[in-house]
């Protein structure tokens, strides 16, 4: 868009044009760091995911905003963003597919999801992630073994957070 407005606006419609998107991209940032720490903080309340205060003050979703924040730094400063934008794809495919998955399994009749829909979510998920995962497989192995490895910790996390809750 910015080249395109640069022939009617010259230069100024380019500036205009890119800090524009400079401010959207910036808006799209803040409002996803947000929506994320809001969710974990209401996953938090409902003793679903481990959280600690570390001495700060606050309410838990300022915590989880704080955390949130720290990981997107981790994250920027160790991979790229073509890098991270893949494993986001893949716990995305992932964590879909257990969502499609547990909704056919334990809520279907009560929500009245059809099944069909449900299994065809499913499968699709699949074969875009083994496709996704083959070419990644083939390109970038690295961001397939994080990706596993970050899977595995968070189920093996969970798991072990939710039977120390549940033992407590």
């Known amino acids: 868009m910015a080249e395109a407005a640069r022939p009617a606006f010259g230069n100024y419609g380019l500036y205009f044009t890119v800090g524009i998107a400079i401010v959207a991209t910036i808006s799209g940032v803040i409002a996803s760091i947000f929506a994320v720490s809001r969710m974990t903080a209401m996953l938090t309340d409902m003793k679903l995911i481990p959280h600690s205060h570390l001495g700060m003050s606050g309410s838990i979703q300022k915590h989880m905003l ?10 920027t400063v160790f991979f790229d963003l073509s ?3 893949s494993i986001g794809a893949i716990f995305y495919l992932v964590m879909d597919m257990i969502v499609h998955w547990g909704v056919f399994k334990h809520l279907r009749k009560e929500v009245k999801a059809n099944g069909v829909i449900l299994i065809s979510a499913l499968l699709l998920d699949l074969i875009v992630l083994i496709a996704f995962l083959w070419i990644k497989a083939t390109t970038d192995i690295f961001v397939v073994i994080i990706s596993a ?7 093996a996390g969970e798991k072990w957070f939710l039977h120390w809750k549940e033992s407590e």
């Open 66 to 75: 704080i955390y949130i924040v720290v990981i997107a730094i981790t994250l």
């Open 149 to 155: 490895i970050g899977i595995i910790l968070v189920f």
């Open 83 to 85: 890098r991270i934008a």
